[in-house]
């Protein structure tokens, strides 16, 4: 990769994300670059996640607002793997999910978005993941795939709806 490139962008460091590459939208934390200067300037992650999830969906989102632009790098690549059970699986994304519900509020709060564009984002996975198993060829096992995609969206929804749920009832939810 262009160090310049580096200076100026945030770029995907994932090798052969086809599916995604058209939907700069937001990078996960684990695969992005991008300069010290630009995310000292937005104020870096934001600390109120006081668990991995959405803390880079977040960021991303006030790196749009500042209108820099987010940027897929296909020859980039990053190894980022750990070994999980079904069970870390679908508590990651539980997790996950629970961080976005507090970024949706926050989304709300600063007048970036609306849930309705993720929604949009999900519904679109499984035509995406099928597209890419019919053009690029790169998935071995595409049934267990589309079932790991189907654990992952329940997964995310339950934290999600956990999240609403104690938002509820402390009284600061935002719906």
Not at 3 to 29: C, D, E, K, M
Not at 58 to 83: G, T, Y
Not at 92 to 118: K, M, N, V
Not at 141 to 164: C, D, H, R, V
Request: proline share 4%; aromatic share 14%; glycine share 10%.
């Amino acid at each position: 990769m262009n160090p310049v490139h580096a200076r100026n962008h945030t770029a995907i460091l994932a090798q052969g994300g086809g599916v995604f590459q058209s939907l700069p939208y937001f990078l996960a934390s684990n695969n992005i670059l991008f300069s010290k200067q630009r995310f000292l300037e937005i104020g870096g992650f934001d600390p109120s996640f006081s668990r991995a999830g959405a803390e880079d969906r977040d960021f991303c989102d006030r790196w749009r607002m500042a209108q820099w632009p987010l940027v897929w790098e296909p020859s980039a690549c990053v190894i980022h793997r750990h070994s999980q059970t079904l069970w870390t699986f679908i508590r990651l994304h539980i997790r996950y999910g629970r961080g976005a519900f507090r970024y949706q509020a926050l989304r709300q709060q600063r007048g970036s978005g609306t849930i309705l564009e993720d929604f949009g984002f999900h519904r679109s996975l499984p035509r995406r993941v099928i597209q890419c198993f019919m053009t690029e060829h790169r998935v071995r096992k595409p049934l267990q795939t589309l079932i790991g995609l189907g654990i992952w969206q329940i997964a995310n929804a339950m934290g999600f709806a956990i999240e609403a749920l104690l938002a509820r009832r402390a009284g600061n939810g935002w719906f």
